[in-house]
T-cell receptor
Framework: KAGVTQTPRYLIKTRGQQVTLSCSPISGHRSVSWYQQTPGQGLQFLFEYFSETQRNKGNFPGRFSGRQFSNSRSEMNVSTLELGDSALYLC???FGAGRGSGNTIYFGEGSWLTVV | GENVGLHLPTLSVQEGDNSIINCAYSNSASDYFIWYKQESGKGPQFIIDIRSNMDKRQGQRVTVLLNKTVKHLSLQIAATQPGDSAVYFCAENIGSGGGADGLTFGKGTHLIIQP
């Protein structure tokens, strides 16, 4: 079956603009989370959604937001872009609650955002 | 705050040798650990996971060892191949609800396979 799909793969935005990134989880997965990856900070957790509800949130400013739709697809939005927002944004999905085998967390290929 | 860290940023091994990648964690409440492999330009790929009620788990050519006493995790790759060249991350999950909530990643180790 298809993996986690993220769109767009690459994009360039100007400071002050906003951006919306999309994620389609693996079919049947209901938990979707987002991560930011930069060379300096590594992989950092943004937020996680399960059944359209945000369950967990990382330490990012309010400019970063997200949502999940009834079909489990998710979007994240960054408003008032700053140069430091340039990063690889990764989406991950898993079946649902519980950890360990049977609920493996899979990542997409990511969306490369460059802010100029 | 709590974090997961890796001992070595780069590890170079000969093709065919075994590789051991180490990871230290500081949160004693962590109860689920995952190893990911990330190749250049790609997203992290799940390798193997382990729960805190286990101290060893084996997969295909990979073994994860967990030492809760010293809060140490290691990934052993047997008979390394050129395709094993990548950055390897350990991650811990201490989320309350499970699933893809709040993975904390280490900085990563770059594994280089020498021909």
């Amino acid at each position: 079956k298809a993996g986690v799909t993220q769109t767009p793969r690459y994009l360039i935005k100007t400071r002050g603009q906003q951006v919306t990134l999309s994620c389609s989880p693996i079919s049947g997965h209901r938990s979707v989370s987002w991560y930011q990856q930069t060379p300096g900070q590594g992989l950092q957790f943004l937020f996680e959604y399960f059944s359209e509800t945000q369950r967990n949130k990382g330490n990012f400013p309010g400019r970063f937001s997200g949502r999940q739709f009834s079909n489990s697809r998710s979007e994240m939005n960054v408003s008032t872009l700053e140069l430091g927002d340039s990063a690889l944004y990764l989406c991950a999905s898993s079946f649902g609650a519980g950890r360990g085998s049977g609920n493996t967390i899979y990542f997409g290929e990511g969306s490369w955002l460059t802010v100029v | 705050g709590e974090n997961v860290g890796l001992h070595l940023p780069t590890l170079s091994v000969q093709e065919g040798d075994n590789s051991i990648i180490n990871c230290a964690y500081s949160n004693s409440a962590s109860d689920y650990f995952i190893w990911y492999k990330q190749e250049s330009g790609k997203g992290p790929q799940f390798i193997i996971d382990i729960r805190s009620n286990m101290d060893k788990r084996q997969g295909q050519r990979v073994t994860v060892l967990l030492n809760k006493t010293v809060k140490h995790l290691s990934l052993q790759i047997a008979a390394t191949q050129p395709g094993d060249s990548a950055v390897y991350f350990c991650a811990e999950n201490i989320g309350s609800g499970g699933g893809a909530d709040g993975l904390t990643f280490g900085k990563g180790t770059h594994l280089i396979i020498q021909p």
